[in-house]
């Protein structure tokens, strides 16, 4: 069904409840959302073929039916029935969500942002439910039932039409707006219900990043002038309400001002039903930006471990000894960086590695769990103390064909008698450019590593950041399927520089979400130089 038609159907059913219904015209601006923004939303969502989109309907008509009886219907002991249909539909919704998430991982934060909308309308089919229902949720039902009604506009909407503005344009602000607008809506709730001071700072929030998103909307070059128009009101419209938000928290929580919940409720949720959510629709059904993103393809170890990882995993794959990484570093084009680093990755076992584990303050709680772990797995096994070691281990070819990817060298490294990696090196080129590309294989996965090498004046850099290109295949990635990738929001930067008496520094950082977690310092001397 074309998109037009499929609109026109939704907006008669709505027309025809709304006639028929006995609620007072508020009662509509939930249900507005339920049978015509929901649907068209997720209508311009789907692709074509995958398995919300052939299953849809069978979960939609009789969600739909549900909400129109609740509204055209006296309140009966069906109720509790109908109310949960729907409730059951925002579940199915959310799966999808979650769905699209795990295709794809930690990228594309546009994608996201849909993703984060379609699980968040799930929460308001469960205040829906407990509005109908009447559970208690130690709030008044006005306060439940507009609950409902935020979590299908502030945390619905809202990410999806932002997802969109972000497959148009994605400056370096978008990234901020995103993870304060996606957080927004949470911080409110747990405001609500614990503090008032929670709760002003969620507007604040709230202000923060519409404010931005107003901004990139401006600077979006849309080129239909309509949807154009169309989708700065629905923004600006959220500009001017979320200040009023501000002055009823003010005044419901401070006192310092007179809006009161009945204000808020014919303005601005009239101005958000009518302004936002239809001019957001309409602006976006007239002209649906694609995604961006492209699954990667480059190859990926088939290797997989089980709960003990070890040197044991390698039993029955191994060729031969080996002396280094990489058999020749010119592929990397990094040919002027110091002769003394181009030996070390094409002779590795020439050398001796000291090194010391530097865990963050912060993570360090973490790292001792984890810890308990790894000693069983042997891999990714480091210490928790920040003592200096020597590293010891091998580097082996591995044999054509176990591996499914070519020339795979695998470098094991020890700590005493405690295996510390288990890494499986190889080589990959996409676009014109060469990455290293390592696997580390885990219980039933593996995690890969895609580095770009950059020359940093004699220094070699490697890196997991997306610097060349945004559409670089670099990144940290977990598959437990054949070709499943899964971007996982780790960062890691090796930085490889040479001393003046042929001592090679190394200095191994990671991130999680952004943060700091960890430091690995390496101290790397040649084998016929004294440590």
């Given at each position: 069904?074309?998109?037009?038609?499929?609109?026109?159907?939704?907006?008669?059913?709505?027309?025809?409840?709304?006639?028929?219904?006995?609620?007072?015209?508020?009662?509509?601006?939930?249900?507005?959302?339920?049978?015509?923004?929901?649907?068209?939303?997720?209508?311009l969502i789907w692709i074509k073929f995958d398995w919300f989109a052939k299953r849809y309907w069978y979960f939609a008509i009789p969600a739909y039916t549900a909400v129109a009886l609740l509204q055209i219907t006296p309140a009966s002991k069906w109720d509790i029935l109908l109310a949960a249909v729907y409730l059951l539909f925002t579940i199915v919704i959310a799966l999808y969500g979650l769905s699209r998430f795990f295709n794809r991982g930690f990228s594309n934060i546009e994608e996201f942002s849909i993703d984060a909308g379609l699980i968040y309308v799930a929460l308001g089919g469960a205040w829906f439910f407990a509005y109908i229902t009447g559970i208690n949720t130690g709030f008044s039902p006005l306060i439940t039932w507009l609950t409902g009604i935020h979590f299908h506009y502030s945390a619905f909407l809202l990410p999806i039409f932002m997802g969109f503005a972000g497959r148009l344009y994605k400056p370096r602000l978008y990234g901020a707006v995103c993870s304060i607008i996606l957080a927004s809506p949470m911080i409110v709730a747990i405001g609500i219900t614990f503090s008032r001071w929670i709760e002003l700072l969620s507007v604040i929030l709230y202000i923060i990043g519409l404010g931005g998103l107003i901004f990139i909307a401006w600077k979006t070059p849309f080129t239909n002038t309509l949807q154009k128009w169309m989708v700065r009101m629905s923004f600006g419209a959220l500009g001017v309400t979320i200040i009023f938000s501000l002055l009823y928290a003010l005044g419901n929580g401070f006192g310092l001002t007179a809006v009161d919940i009945d204000f808020m409720l014919r303005f601005h949720g009239v101005l958000n039903c009518l302004v936002f959510a239809l001019c957001g629709i309409v602006g976006w059904s007239l002209s649906t930006p694609t995604t961006s993103f492209d699954g990667p393809t480059f190859p990926v170890s088939h290797i997989r471990g089980k709960w003990m990882i070890g040197e044991q995993i390698l039993d029955n794959k191994v060729d031969t000894n080996h002396s280094g990484l990489v058999d020749d570093m010119d592929v990397y084009q990094c040919v002027t960086i110091s002769p003394g680093i181009i030996h070390f990755y094409e002779n590795t076992t020439d050398y001796r590695l000291f090194t010391t584990v530097k865990w963050r303050t912060w993570f360090k709680p973490v790292a001792f769990l984890y810890a308990l772990i790894s000693r069983q797995t042997q891999q990714i096994n480091l210490p928790v103390h920040n003592r200096q070691v020597e590293m010891t281990g091998d580097v082996l070819a591995l044999r054509d064909g176990v591996?499914?990817?070519?020339?795979?060298?695998?470098?094991?490294?020890?700590?005493?008698?405690?295996?510390?990696?288990?890494?499986?090196y190889a080589e990959h080129t996409h676009a014109g450019r060469t990455?290293?590309?390592?696997?580390?294989?885990?219980?039933?996965?593996?995690?890969?590593?895609?580095?770009?090498?950059?020359?940093?004046?004699?220094?070699l850099q490697l890196t997991s950041k997306k610097i060349s290109s945004p559409n670089s295949d670099a990144g940290i990635y977990l598959s437990w399927k054949a070709n499943h990738l899964f971007k996982l929001p780790i960062e890691e930067n090796f930085m490889v520089r040479e001393m003046a008496d042929g001592t090679l520094l190394a200095r191994h950082s990671m991130w999680l979400f952004s943060l700091p977690f960890l430091t690995i310092e390496y101290l790397i001397h040649h084998k016929e130089r004294p440590a």
């Open positions: 069904m074309k998109i037009r038609n499929f609109a026109i159907v939704h907006v008669l059913l709505f027309l025809t409840v709304a006639m028929l219904s006995e609620n007072p015209w508020p009662f509509l601006m939930l249900t507005v959302a339920q049978l015509v923004y929901v649907p068209i939303a997720l209508r591996d499914g990817r070519k020339n795979v060298r695998a470098w094991v490294r020890k700590i005493d008698k405690n295996t510390a990696f288990v890494a499986l990455y290293m590309n390592i696997a580390l294989p885990l219980p039933f996965s593996t995690m890969t590593g895609i580095l770009e090498l950059h020359q940093v004046g004699n220094e």
